[in-house]
């Protein structure tokens, strides 16, 4: 299995378990659940368990980044890529422009990549990141997986969380593959 691969099956597992991100005032047992799994992404995805002790709910933190590094944790990246590069879009572009050879023509999308979107923020590098689920290069657009988006669940609820979301090509700002040196380490 490629790591490519690695990182997507794991998204698509915590799809498949319905993550939600609650609202603050919302303390249903699956609001719960939502808010430890979340809180998970970003201590064990980012590698920020000494200073992130718990999630409150929706608005409290943008847990894109953290959702994308704990799927790519599951095929080795180091928790210091991650920590350094996965937490923001900016960040993201920076460590593109490190090394070229991570970026990724829209073109040469392939499932499980990083890719940057724009939700409406207006920024050159984006301001939300996903993983690539299938690229339709006819209909141009990109199947998504991600944390802290709007789209759908498996059984087609309409929800916030971790989910399934079908963009436009014209919202891609730029793809990411992590390349040998970011593996290891741990």
Known sequence: MTPNERALEWALGAWLSRIRDPARSDHLPDAERGRVAILEYIQKGLGWSSWVK???GDGSFAWCG?????????????????KKHFASTYRLDRWGKRNPLRKVATSSIIPGDIVVVDTGGGKDYGDHITLALAYDKQKATLATVEGNGQGFWPDGTWVEGVVVCIRPRTDIRATYRPIQADFGGE
């Open 54 to 56: 718990a999630y409150p």
């Open 66 to 82: 953290a959702f994308a590094a704990i799927a790519w944790a599951q095929a080795g990246v180091s928790v210091e890529t991650r």
